[in-house]
């Protein structure tokens, strides 16, 4: 699973809020003034305001560890008991690398970045190309859409959800051909 920027902003911000916690916990243990003084000002004066915080911050963590558990990124893809002894799985590396392969048939597709999501058994596919200016873009894409469903169908017998296709950049045409 990715988690995007604010998901990690986010769980930075928990985890810094939380050790800042510990720390003045551990500090209090240890007798440190201040540290004693902002327990004290808690307990007291700011005791609603500190209860409702760490009751927020104790939610917050708390689902959001079992959103990770839950949605952890798979690192393999199951191809069914095709042979009768057991489970057939391929890694979403060896995927990323076959697809590479298919792209290489193509000379106009300079690079290429495959990104695989599966959710909840549905995978996406998204390829991130680079194809030299002058390149005829809608055919490149449209087979290039077309072998790698064909490629998952009939080799790997998974279905594709959706192959999305984004083109990176456009790069100068290499001369000599």
Do not use: C
Request: hydrophobic share 50%; net charge positive.
């Amino acid at each position: 699973m990715r988690i995007n920027k604010s998901e990690r902003i986010t769980t930075f911000l928990l985890l810094f809020i939380s050790a800042l916690i510990y720390v003045i916990l551990i500090l209090a243990l240890l007798k440190w003034s201040p540290a004693l003084s902002f327990l004290g000002w808690a307990s007291h004066q700011g005791f609603l305001f500190v209860l409702i915080f760490l009751i927020v911050l104790f939610v917050v963590s708390f689902s959001m560890s079992f959103f990770y558990l839950l949605f952890r990124e798979k690192t393999t893809i199951s191809l069914g008991n095709t042979s009768g002894l057991g489970e057939i799985s391929i890694s979403l590396n060896g995927i990323k690398n076959a697809i590479r392969e298919i792209a290489a048939y193509f000379s106009e597709i300079q690079e290429i970045r495959p990104e695989i999501e599966n959710l909840r058994g549905k995978i996406i596919l998204t390829l991130r190309i680079k194809v030299p200016s002058g390149s005829d873009i809608t055919r490149v894409v449209n087979e290039l859409q077309h072998r790698v469903k064909v490629y998952f169908e009939n080799v790997l017998t998974l279905n594709l959800e959706n192959i999305n296709i984004i083109i990176e950049d456009v790069v100068p045409a290499k001369k000599g051909k």
